[in-house]
C-alpha cells in the first residue's frame, strides 16, 4: 500500500506542443520576455512574405538584353569518347551541325552542355575545331540530371556560361541612371574619358548608344505644326525633324517659336535667314544648330508620364542636377529650358498633368499639358519653399482638387488645388522631411525621414494627413545607415517598400492591407546606385538597379547575387513555450516549408539564451528538393524530397531550458529560395526555475 501511494504522488512530467507562426520582422530592440516567438531576432537576406512566414530572398543577375543567365537550360548527351572534350569547348554534330557549349564533364560517357542549337542525332560524330573527338550515343536530353542536386548545378553552370556574354554598359564610373520603357532598359553612364554623359538602350544583341541630335532654334512658323520626320531645307542644306518644341504662338497664325530637334544637317551647318519643311511649313531660322550633349555625372531621376492624348506621347521626363532636364521617349531626348539662370533641376515629377521640378529650395512648374512651355502667362508657376526640396509625391484629395506632398530636408508642406489659379500651400510639419530618393507610392507616401521610414495617410473627410513611425523595432540600425540613402522601389508582386544604402545594405518593409507586415535588413553583393521599378504591358513585374561597376542587374531573377552566393541567416526570438520560469525537456520540431526548387542550409537552436551553462546543439546540414508549388515539413538529420510526397516529417531536439531560439543560415549560388512558415515544438514540462 505505501507503494502504490507513493507512486500516486510522483509527478510525471506532462508532455506540450505549441504552433508558432513565424512572422512579424525583425526587431532588435524588444526585451526577450516581450518579444513575440515569430520574430526575428537576427536576419540577414530574408524578407517577410506578405502571406505569412520568413522567405530566402531571390537574386538578381546582369541585363543587357541578351538572354538572361536565369533562363539558361543544359541538357546530357551520350558520348564514346576518341579524343578530348574538355569544360568549355563548343562542339558540333558532324551530321546535323548542331552545336552546344559543354559545361561539365561527369564521365568518359556523357558531357553535360548548354547553348544547345539544333537536335543532335544518335551515331553523329562530334567536333570541336572541326576535328572529330567523339560519336553521340544518344540525343542531347534537356533537364536529365540524375539527382536534384545535380540539375541544380547543372543549371547553375549553364547560367554562368550565359552571365560571361553581358556586359557594363559602355563607359566609366558608376551607372547613373536606368529606367524600363517600353520593353526597353535604358541606362546613363558617364563616357570612358568621363567628359560626358551617354545614354543605352538594352537589345537583344547588348547595349546600344541613343544618339543625340540637335536643338535648332525657329521663330514665325506658318502654315501648319510639320510632322516629325519632315525634311528642314535651308539652300542646299537638310537635316531630318524629330520633334517639335512649341515655346510660343502657332503655326496657324504665323507666329510659331521655339526648336526643331533635328539630325545634323548635310552638307553643311544651318544659318539664321528663312527655311521650308516638308508640306509646305515656313520658318525662320534663329541661328547654326547646336548639338545636345549631357555633362558627366548628373544623377537621373526619372518619372513616366503622357501629357498627350494617344499611346506615342507616353514620355520619360527627368533631371539630373547638372543638366537641363528632359524628355525622353526611347529615341529622341528633348532638353527642356525652364528659363532658370542655373537651369539644373533637382527632382522631378508629374501631377494633375503638369510638370514640376525642383531647384534647391525652388518648386517650378509648366503650364498644363505643355511640358515645353514655362511662361507664368500661360499657367506656369514657381513655389518658394524656404527648404531643400528632397521629392514629390501626389496624395489623395477631393474630387475637385488635388493634393501634392512637397517634401523638403527638414518639412513637408502640402499643395492643394489644381493650378496656378488656385494654388494653396499648407505647411503639413516643419519637423518632418524625408531623404532624397526615399519617397515612394505605397498607396500613400511611405519614406526615410530622420526619425525612420514614415508613412503619410489622408483622413478623407478633413483633408489632412497622419504620420506614424514604422520602423521603431529596428531604429538603432537604421539611425546607422539613413544617411547613406542612395535609392528606393517598390515591389507591386510582394507588396514591398525597398530601401537601398550605398554600403550594399538594403532594407525590405513589406504591407498588407496598408499595414507593416514587417521588415528586414539584406546585404547585396554590389551596390545599388539607381533604381527603376515598372509594370510591363503585359502586367509582370520588372526591377532594374545600376550599380558601381557599370553593369545594370534585374532583381528578383536567379539564385545569386549575379554568380556570387547568397550568404543568409535567421535566428528567432527566444521561445518560452508559455512558460518563461519553467524548464523543459525540448524533444521534436516540424517546420512548415514551402518552395520550388533544390535548396540546402544548416539548421540548429540556441538553448537559455545561449548559455554557456548549458550544452548548445551543433548545426545539422539538410537539403530539400521541392515541385512547385510543394508544402511539407522534414527530418532535420537525413532526408531528400521528391516533390511528390506529402508525409510529414519530424526532427528530433534535444536540451532542458527555460527557452529556445530557432536558427537557419545558408550559402550558395545555386540554392532556391524557400519561405518557412513556423514551426510545431514538442517539450516535457519539468520544474519550476527557482
Known amino acids: 500500500m505505501r507503494t502504490v501511494n507513493a507512486l500516486r504522488r510522483m509527478q510525471m512530467p506532462s508532455q506540450d506542443s505549441e504552433f508558432f507562426a513565424f512572422g512579424g520582422g525583425l526587431d532588435i530592440v524588444t526585451p526577450p520576455l516581450f518579444m513575440k516567438s515569430g520574430m526575428a531576432r537576427e536576419s540577414q537576406n530574408y524578407e517577410c ?12 543577375e546582369r541585363f543587357d538584353g541578351q538572354a538572361k543567365p536565369s533562363d539558361a537550360t543544359y541538357a546530357i548527351i551520350g558520348i564514346t569518347l576518341t579524343g578530348t572534350i574538355a569544360v568549355g569547348n563548343t562542339i558540333t554534330g558532324g551530321t546535323s551541325a548542331a552545336t552546344a557549349v559543354v559545361i561539365a564533364a561527369p564521365d568518359s560517357t556523357s558531357r553535360v552542355l548548354t547553348k544547345v542549337v539544333g537536335v543532335f542525332q544518335v551515331g553523329e560524330d562530334l567536333k570541336v575545331a572541326a576535328v572529330t573527338q567523339a560519336t553521340a550515343t544518344t ?45 526597353v532598359t535604358y541606362a546613363w553612364r558617364n563616357n570612358a574619358g568621363g567628359t560626358a554623359a551617354a545614354i543605352y538602350a538594352s537589345s537583344a544583341a547588348g547595349w546600344v548608344a541613343v544618339p543625340l541630335y ?25 537635316a531630318t525633324l524629330k520633334r517639335v518644341v512649341l515655346i510660343s504662338g ?75 532636364g528632359f524628355e525622353f521617349d526611347g529615341v529622341v531626348l528633348v532638353p527642356i529650358s525652364t528659363g532658370m539662370t542655373i537651369d539644373t533641376p533637382n527632382h522631378v515629377f508629374a501631377h494633375l498633368k503638369q510638370l514640376f521640378f525642383s531647384f534647391l529650395a525652388s518648386v517650378q512648374h509648366a503650364a498644363p499639358g505643355t511640358p515645353y512651355v514655362w511662361s507664368a502667362v500661360l499657367g506656369a508657376a514657381e513655389i518658394a519653399m524656404g527648404d531643400t526640396v528632397s521629392g514629390f509625391m501626389s496624395q489623395p484629395g477631393a474630387q475637385t482638387s488635388g493634393a501634392l506632398a512637397i517634401f523638403s530636408r527638414n518639412r513637408t508642406d502640402i499643395l492643394y488645388g489644381t493650378g496656378v489659379s488656385n494654388w494653396q500651400k499648407i505647411t503639413y510639419r516643419s519637423e518632418l522631411g524625408a531623404y532624397a530618393r526615399s519617397i515612394q507610392d505605397m498607396g500613400s507616401a511611405v519614406f526615410l525621414d530622420d526619425q525612420g521610414v514614415m508613412d503619410m495617410r489622408t483622413a478623407q473627410e478633413f483633408g489632412n494627413f497622419l504620420t506614424s513611425a514604422l520602423s521603431a523595432q529596428i531604429r538603432p540600425w537604421l539611425n546607422s545607415e539613413r544617411t547613406r540613402i542612395s535609392a528606393s522601389c517598390i515591389v507591386r508582386d ?40 515598372v509594370e510591363e504591358p503585359g502586367g509582370q513585374e520588372s526591377i532594374f ?70 550544452e548548445q546543439p551543433g548545426n545539422q546540414a539538410l537539403e530539400t528538393s521541392f515541385s512547385p508549388v510543394f508544402w511539407d515539413s522534414f527530418t532535420w538529420d537525413a532526408f531528400v524530397w521528391d516533390g511528390v510526397s506529402l508525409a510529414p516529417s519530424v526532427a528530433d531536439m534535444v536540451g532542458t531550458a527555460e527557452n529556445f531560439s530557432l536558427m ?13 512558415s513556423g514551426a510545431l515544438v514538442h517539450f516535457l514540462k519539468r520544474r519550476p526555475i527557482r
Open 49 to 60: 512574405d506578405v502571406n505569412g512566414g520568413y522567405a530566402r530572398i531571390k537574386g538578381y
Open 139 to 183: 540525343t542531347a536530353v534537356t533537364g536529365s540530371a540524375a539527382t536534384p542536386l545535380l540539375s541544380a548545378q547543372y543549371t547553375n553552370l549553364a547560367a554562368d556560361v550565359y552571365r560571361a556574354d553581358i556586359l557594363a554598359v559602355p563607359g566609366s564610373g558608376d551607372v547613373l541612371g536606368v529606367q524600363r520603357f517600353g520593353g
Open 214 to 238: 540637335n536643338e535648332l532654334s525657329f521663330t514665325a512658323g506658318a502654315v501648319a505644326i510639320p510632322a516629325e520626320g519632315a525634311t528642314i531645307t535651308q539652300g542646299a542644306n537638310t
Open 250 to 324: 502657332t503655326f496657324a497664325g504665323g507666329t510659331a517659336a521655339g526648336r526643331f530637334i533635328c539630325t545634323t544637317p548635310a552638307p553643311g551647318n544651318f544659318v539664321a535667314g528663312a527655311a521650308t519643311l516638308t508640306g509646305g511649313v515656313t520658318c525662320t531660322l534663329s541661328g547654326v544648330q547646336t548639338a545636345i550633349t549631357l555633362l558627366p555625372g548628373g544623377l537621373y531621376e526619372i518619372v513616366v508620364e503622357n501629357f498627350g492624348g494617344s499611346i506615342a506621347t507616353l514620355r520619360m521626363y527627368g533631371c539630373d542636377g547638372v543638366n537641363r
Open 494 to 533: 510582394k507588396s514591398q517598400y525597398r530601401l537601398f544604402f550605398s554600403d550594399n545594405y538594403a532594407l525590405f518593409v513589406t504591407f498588407k492591407g496598408g499595414r507593416v507586415v514587417g521588415m528586414m535588413q539584406q546585404l547585396f553583393s554590389h551596390p545599388v546606385r539607381c533604381v527603376s521599378s
Open 545 to 614: 538597379f545600376g550599380s558601381s561597376s557599370g553593369m545594370v542587374y534585374q532583381m528578383e531573377n536567379g539564385t545569386s547575387f549575379d554568380g556570387e552566393d547568397i550568404e543568409h541567416y535567421l535566428s528567432m526570438a527566444f521561445n518560452f513555450s508559455r512558460s518563461p520560469r519553467v524548464d523543459k525537456s525540448y524533444q521534436h520540431c516540424a517546420l512548415e516549408v514551402t518552395g520550388t526548387g533544390y535548396a540546402a542550409f544548416n539548421f540548429s537552436y540556441q538553448l537559455g539564451y545561449n548559455s554557456t551553462l548549458i
Open 664 to 676: 537557419l543560415r545558408g550559402k550558395s549560388d545555386f540554392h532556391q529560395s524557400v519561405r518557412f
